[in-house]
């Protein structure tokens, strides 16, 4: 079953579930609230929003970082959960310790919303995102309150203090991620020898998480070595592994907001987890595929959302 079918069977136009999302603002329209925004629409869910920061950003480089107070986060999170609620909520870049608190107040307030935390930390040009003070934070905060927490490998290394081999991401030492690793006293594990030992390799750093407070890790393996691009998911003692081929594209900003937005509406729709993170994975795959020569900007360009409707009007 492709895509556009599963997407048709998930779609059910009497009933549009609501997903928030907590997230940064992208000036360039490719991650963070726009692409969050995008995903929601594309998988028929009505999408809100809550600006936690505003950057001035493109496909190259992040020029500036302009966080709101925590009680303007707050403020925008209660003025829409009062009145419209949500079925899921999508947690992206929220910079500060001060906004990570205010944040997990509101959410205690409605434990019953699924919430998906993307531990956003580094955005895809090599800028923070976070500051380095705010890591304990949103491990101590957040994890215990989020139905699935969902880091790239670098920012799993980051939270769990264990170094995993076989990285091929860019720019984590030029921005101080290894540094901060050590600083935090983190120990190695082995790296994967084929895609069929990732989720060996990852287990030890998605259980330090759930030790931490973490109820289910899915684990982003696109920066590790391979032909394969390997995400696995660690829930309920079991492990969900999730494979593709890799695609060779600039085309990449945004790709892990796109991904825990469209768990988020999956779950919204009232998936189960595995499934949720198996239509979610498709979804993405999808969009990278349909993005992959897109020319928008000249770094790292977008994925495309909305994939699926271009298909439906070209075979209208």
Do not use: C
């Given at each position: 079953m492709n895509t556009n079918t599963l997407l048709k069977s998930l779609i059910n136009y009497s009933r549009?579930?609501?997903?928030?999302?907590?997230?940064?603002?992208?000036?360039?329209?490719?991650?963070?609230i726009q692409a969050d925004l995008k995903t929601f629409s594309a998988l028929g869910c009505y999408g809100m929003?809550?600006?936690?920061?505003?950057?001035?950003?493109?496909?190259?480089?992040?020029?500036?970082?302009?966080?709101?107070?925590?009680?303007?986060?707050?403020?925008?999170?209660?003025?829409?959960?009062?009145?419209?609620?949500?079925?899921?909520?999508?947690?992206g870049m929220l910079f500060s310790p001060e906004i990570i608190r205010e944040t997990a107040r509101c959410l205690r307030e409605w434990p019953e919303i699924p919430v998906v935390l993307d531990p956003v930390m580094i955005a895809?040009?090599?800028?923070?995102?976070?500051?380095?003070?705010?890591?304990?934070?949103?491990?101590?905060?957040?994890?215990?309150?989020?139905?699935?927490?969902?880091?790239?490998?670098?920012?799993?290394?980051?939270?769990?203090?264990?170094?995993?081999?076989?990285?091929?991401?860019?720019?984590?030492?030029?921005?101080?991620?290894?540094d901060a690793l050590d600083a935090r006293g983190a120990m190695d594990a082995r790296g994967a020898?084929?895609?069929?030992?990732?989720?060996?390799?990852?287990?030890?750093?998605?259980r330090k998480m759930m030790n931490m407070g973490a109820r289910s890790v899915v684990m982003k393996g696109g920066h590790l070595e391979g032909?394969?691009?390997?995400?696995?998911?660690?829930?309920?003692?079991?492990?969900w592994t999730?494979?593709?081929?890799?695609?060779?594209?600039?085309?990449t900003h945004g790709t892990g907001c796109t991904y825990s937005s469209a768990i988020a509406s999956t779950l919204a729709h009232g998936l189960n987890l595995p499934e949720a993170v198996q239509l979610a994975n498709e979804y993405l795959y999808e969009a990278i595929c349909a993005g992959a020569n897109r020319t928008i900007g000249n770094g790292h360009g977008p994925v495309d959302h909305f994939f699926a409707l271009k298909e439906a009007m070209r075979d209208r």
């Open positions: 549009e579930p609501k997903v928030l999302s907590i997230a940064g603002s992208d000036s360039g329209g490719g991650a963070g929003s809550v600006i936690t920061a505003v950057t001035a950003q493109n496909t190259t480089d992040v020029r500036g970082v302009y966080p709101m107070t925590a009680s303007q986060v707050g403020d925008q999170i209660r003025a829409v959960l009062e009145d419209i609620g949500a079925d899921a909520i999508k947690l895809k040009s090599g800028d923070r995102l976070l500051q380095d003070d705010a890591v304990d934070a949103l491990s101590e905060e957040l994890f215990p309150l989020a139905s699935v927490v969902t880091p790239n490998i670098p920012e799993a290394e980051v939270l769990s203090g264990i170094r995993l081999a076989g990285l091929q991401g860019k720019g984590w030492d030029d921005v101080g991620a290894l020898k084929d895609a069929g030992d990732h989720a060996e390799a990852m287990a030890p750093m998605a032909d394969e691009a390997v995400d696995v998911l660690f829930h309920e003692g079991k492990t999730f494979r593709h081929p890799r695609v060779n594209t600039p085309n």
